[in-house]
């Protein structure tokens, strides 16, 4: 899933530092929606790790219409770290399973050879690790991070099959929204490096969204909205 408001004044963080901002763990459940009609639930989950990392997991199934039907079942784990206020992936696993489609993705993030190494449904790719690079799934806590930092703009280095890809979002200020977890004063922002396919969110007071909006490629539009 993928990422308007008048801004009033840009800063723009590139593999941003977040000084004043902190991680911290979060769950919450979504209903997810096609085109106005129900299609599934997710559940994520933001903890920590023995080791000082942090995992976001998140799993979506189809519980009506073709959904449900061909079983649908998608499961996501990030691992990564927050380190001098900057995130660092470490690991990332995607798997989604389906009655006619299963697919797989696994990225890693190697320091020490200073490569991001990406196998996807079989085929291997490698190039260079870029400092602060995150998965695509993680964007979603760097997001609230920056917000909760006060950010209006900002760029993020994401790692996808097989390059960098930098993201850029840029905020509308705050407004009421109402999904079905209640009522909330909610920033919303937007990613604008992908014109005519605008993934939005929207962020209340936690390091997830409350609801994400993400256009597909076949014109119609993904919703999850927060639960509890």
């Known amino acids: 899933m993928r990422h308007p408001f008048i801004t009033v004044c840009l800063l723009i963080l590139s593999a941003p530092a977040f000084a004043g901002a902190t991680l911290k763990p979060e769950q919450a459940q979504y209903a997810v929606s096609r085109d106005g009609k129900v299609i599934g639930s997710a559940t994520y989950s933001l903890a920590t790790n023995a080791d000082g990392s942090w995992t976001l997991h998140s799993q979506t199934r189809g519980t009506s219409g073709m959904a449900k039907f061909l079983g649908l ?90 390059r960098i890809e930098t993201q850029q979002f840029s905020t509308h200020g705050k407004a009421p929204i109402e999904v079905p977890a209640g009522k909330f004063d909610a920033v919303q922002i937007d990613r604008t490096d992908t014109p005519g396919k605008v993934m939005k969110s929207w962020y209340a007071s936690g390091l997830l969204p409350i609801r994400v909006e993400q256009p597909q490629h076949d014109g119609s539009v993904i919703v999850m909205e927060m639960r509890k």
Do not use: M
């Open 73 to 162: 079942d998608v499961r996501e784990d990030s691992t990564f770290t927050l380190r001098d206020g900057k995130l660092q992936g470490l690991h990332y696993n995607y798997e989604q399973d389906a009655a006619i489609k299963h697919k797989k993705r696994s990225v890693d993030f190697d320091a020490n050879a200073g490569q991001i190494s990406v196998r996807d449904n079989g085929k291997d790719f490698r190039y260079a690790l870029v400092d602060g690079a995150i998965d695509r799934s993680t964007v979603a806590v760097a997001l609230g991070l920056a917000l909760a930092d006060g950010a209006t703009s900002v760029t993020l280095p994401v790692a996808v099959r097989d």
